[in-house]
């Protein structure tokens, strides 16, 4: 994999962070499941939007998966400070996911295709976890 021109640096947290909870608004104004739905987050790197999305669907499931273990540490930290029990964590790669097809309701993606290689590619791998 191409290095992530980001990194992976406090810097870079606080940046998610803010970047975030500014366009929260633009960006989560119709992040609404049918409560008992199932979506997966693809690339939630520190939880920035995953506290969005878990706060505003408490009876809808998430899985939220990152390549990088430190960042999905952090995640894990935040969503349990908060006290949300609606998300799992799992390391995964966009390229390769660990699930079956039809797994999920919805997917959710925000910030992480632009950093691919080739997004056409990580697009049809989510596509087959998603129920037709
Ligand atoms: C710019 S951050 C965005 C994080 C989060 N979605 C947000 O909006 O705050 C991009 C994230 O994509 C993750 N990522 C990059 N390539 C990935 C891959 N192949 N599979 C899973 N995650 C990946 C990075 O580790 C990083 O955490």
């Known amino acids: 994999m191409k290095k992530y021109i ?4 406090e810097t870079e947290a606080d940046r998610l962070g803010d970047q975030a909870s500014i366009l929260a608004s633009h960006l989560h104004y119709d992040s609404h499941f049918q409560p008992g739905s199932t979506v997966l987050e693809a690339g939630c790197g520190i939880g920035a939007q995953t506290r ?7 009876d809808v499931h998430f899985t939220s998966i990152d390549i990088d273990d430190q960042s999905l540490k952090k995640a ?38 632009e ?18």
């Open 115 to 132: 950093h691919l290689p080739d997004p056409h590619t990580a697009l049809q791998s989510l596509k087959r976890t998603l129920k037709h």
């Open 52 to 58: 969005i999305l878990a706060a505003a669907n408490p």
């Open 76 to 113: 894990a930290s935040e969503i349990d400070r908060l006290g949300f029990s609606n998300v799992s964590f799992q390391q995964a790669d966009i390229f390769n996911l660990p699930f079956l097809p039809n797994s999920f309701d919805h997917i959710f993606c925000c910030f992480v295709l």
């Open 6 to 9: 980001h990194g992976y640096s």
